[in-house]
């Protein structure tokens, strides 16, 4: 079966300079990677999903980026599923305080605060609803910025559009 890889561009001036693949040690498709920066170093945080078994499984996965922009440490968070209960995927993670967070919910907004091992120490949860018409589950998306005192972020939905065919928002 042919793998899916995930591909750095580099560009200057919206012109190509260089296209790379990112070297992911693991046997799974990669996809919907996300860059963010925290403690002072790039990190990416990736699906790697299993597509060839059914029902299919997916883990979110998070690489620490060397100098090269391939990952020096890949690294399986347990929390809920991840790593082979369930599928797990779209966490937006950020640094608060110097403390690596990820959202893992939107509704319920569910964000957890891990520790120098990257094991999470503390979760913080939110049950208020949110109205939002155009589309099923709110799933994760970019990475949270903070932006005078808020955290500013932009998630996916998508609803059923005919037969077999999804429209996403």
């Known amino acids: 079966q042919k793998r899916s890889r995930l591909i750095w561009q580099r560009r200057v001036d919206n012109a190509l300079i ?33 597509y060839d078994r059914k029902p299919f499984l997916a883990f979110q996965q998070l690489a620490r980026l060397g100098p090269d922009w391939q990952p020096e440490l890949k690294i399986t968070i347990p929390f809920g599923g991840n790593g082979g209960r369930r599928s797990e995927k779209n966490w937006q993670f950020f640094s608060h305080e110097g403390k690596l967070h990820f959202v893992y919910s939107i509704v319920p907004h ?20 949110l109205n939002w018409p155009w589309g099923d589950v709110l799933r994760g998306g970019t990475p949270p910025i903070r932006h005078q005192g808020v955290y500013i972020t932009f998630f996916h939905s998508h609803t059923e559009h005919r037969a077999a065919d999804r429209r996403y928002a």
């Open 18 to 50: 260089a296209e790379e693949p990112v070297e992911i040690i693991g046997k799974g498709n990669y996809e919907d990677a996300r860059v963010f920066t925290h403690d002072g170093r790039n990190w990416l945080a990736f699906t790697e999903g299993f």
């Open 110 to 129: 569910i964000v957890v605060e891990l520790d120098a091992a990257f094991k999470p120490v503390k979760e913080y949860r939110s049950d208020i609803p």
